[in-house]
């Protein structure tokens, strides 16, 4: 007994060296991490108990979803520590300071960080000294000082050229290459990126190389336009897992080679990466199929190849239809349009516009006019044997009967013509009206965004900055508000717009409000890597009132350390996009609206709702808003969290 309860242990150490030693992510060996759960209501000694602890709240601690189970075992672990009077390993403290970072309190993550270096360096352990001075970098730079992070950044790089510690120096330019892109310093984003990449090969890891190239090629592509060097980039992180078989990877990055010889005119070269795309993608990942289905038909018709062109939109609806891919129906239909109205065949070009303006409604009377014209063909064919067989029989004694049969016939038919004529006069007023309302709503959306009362604000803002003779502070606000109000005006022009265009113009909405409002909140944006925000699209100034709205109700009411997060991620057919603050919450909101007694009523968020369900019930669509008051441990507000499911669109 005494030796199966030794090789338990042993057998747990080990599971931990694995989890703490080598520091295993999310999502890998699954198994292990359920056996050192289970271990924990068993018999383990105190040091062994604690151990295991670290080693949970280093797994948990990455994906956001589950940072509350990391912070519950990091809590157990300080726990028994001080129970058992047993010295906290710095480990845990480390895990402690990560939790508080990715809990938005980077400056007490810095603090906690700093007796784990000095212990680091009593145990001259150059190798995580030189990844806690990365991540205290980091934290700077969450913390909003941007120049200061830089610095520790360049410094720790010097450090680990002096202890010859390569696998380092990649992921502080990577910091680097970060922090200029929040500064929007194309020049020094793309040097630091360049440095990235370099360092990445010095340091002979071929996944970190790959992410270099990747990384390198995207700031070509959505910067600087230079489609050329993103496709030689794009291609060598594609090489390189290739070589690994990494078929995930494979299939993302051959799509994104295939976008960028699209845009770049290169139709062959794109539909060969685009079929590459297909060989590597999972039957688990509908959309993507479909998608690449649709691309390439858009290739196809760019060379003026319609038949070929014409196969592959049949191909994206057959998938479409079978996984009840709607939006997917939507885009290609319009693009279908696009083509028939270049072929001259207007007919089409009409039945695919209707098809992309209520797709859901259309597939159902296309089922039912095909079902009717074959009951109708069956039943006048069989009515003419029956009336030969009767003209037979008896034409001579009823051939009045005849002659009555056959106008009642006739008359059928004519009343049914007129009757299905008639429903579809009206089912085409409907959606042209429906289409008006959707119309003059996103315009009204847009008087909304360009309100007199925003607009006078900002004036009073450049205003003040002129009778400050602050030059360089009034051309700044000038430059923001011109451009912010060209690309609202541009945006307008259409229904859907890119992802990269819609953030652009609420990144300007957001420095405008935060220079306006003196610092007093800052905002994060956070785009998930699998989003491509050149290439998927999302309804007009539709993002933009939620952002407003948590700004003016939620984070002006409060007195400082005001925080906006904007984040975009895929979830299943959707593009979640999530607005967050941390704000006095919408009942506080409420009151104080009340004492204020303000006669202004704020419309973005009504009009804004309008126009979700009347896209809906145009595309035949689940958009759809969900919003979330947040609490804090004690049960009080602490801000407010609004969930957009967006339709994924190319």
Known sequence: MKIKMINRLVFILLLICQFVAMGLGYGQDKQSINMLEKSLDTDLNDTTRLNTLIALADYYKNPKTTLLVAKDYSQRAFELAD?????????????????????DMPNKAIDEMKPVIEELKKLNRSQEIAEAQNFI??????????RQGIEIYHNNIEYARKNQLKQI????????????????????????????????????????????????????SSVDSNFVASIDCLKNSLGIYKSQNDSSQIQLLSNSVAWNFYLNKQFDSSLFYYKQSLDFATADNPTRIANTYGNIANVYRNKKDYDQAQHFYGLAEEYCIKTHDLYDLSWINKDMSDMYITMGDYKKAYQHYVFYKNYSDSLVNTKYD??????????????????????????????????GFGAFIGFA???????????????????????????????????????????????NSIQYYMYQHDKLA????????????????????????????????????????????????????????????????????LIQPYVENAICHGLMNKDENGLLKLEMSLKEIFILC???????????????????????????????????????AVYGTDMKVVIVDLKDENNQACGTRVELFLPIMS
Not at 199 to 218: C, P, Q, W
Not at 522 to 539: F, G, Q
Not at 603 to 608: E, F, H, R
């Open 413 to 459: 038919l004519i009343i049914g013509f007129l009757f299905f004529r008639q429903a579809r006069v009206n089912a085409k007023r409907k959606m042209s009206e429906m289409s008006l309302r959707l119309s003059e709503i996103t315009q009204a959306n847009l008087r909304q965004q360009m309100n007199p009362h925003f607009i006078f604000n900002t004036l």
């Open 370 to 403: 095909a079902g009717l014209a074959d009951a109708r063909t069956r039943y006048e064919t069989e009515t003419k044997e029956k009336t030969l067989e009767l003209l037979n029989l008896k034409l001579a004694q009823h051939e009045y009967l005849i002659y």
């Open 474 to 541: 009034t051309n700044n606000y000038l430059t923001k508000f011109s451009s912010l109000i060209r690309k609202i005006l541009e945006n307008s022009q259409a229904m859907f717009v890119s992802i990269k265009d819609e953030l652009d113009v609420i990144q300007l909405y957001l420095e405008l409000e935060t220079l306006r409002f003196k610092d007093k909140f800052r905002y994060e944006i956070t785009i998930d890597d699998e989003i491509d925000t050149l290439s998927y699209k999302v309804p007009t100034m």
């Open 83 to 103: 129970k058992k009077k047993l010295k906290v390993p710095y480990k845990l403290i480390w895990i402690k300071a990560e939790l508080l970072t990715a809990s």
């Open 578 to 616: 999530v607005i967050e603050d941390n704000g006095v919450g919408r009942v506080a909101a409420l009151e104080i609206k009340k004492l204020k007694s303000t006669s202004h009523q704020s419309l973005g968020i009504k009009i804004t709702e309008s126009r979700i369900d009347l896209s809906n």
């Open 137 to 146: 970098a980091y934290s700077t730079f969450y913390s909003g000082q941007f």
């Open 169 to 220: 120096i990649p992921q502080a330019w990577l910091g680097i290459a970060t922090i200029y892109n929040k500064l929007k310093n194309k020049e020094e984003e793309k040097a630091a990126l360049s440095m990235y990449l370099e360092e990445s090969k010095t340091a002979g890891d071929s996944n970190i190389i790959a992410k270099a190239y990747r990384r390198l090629g995207l700031f070509y």
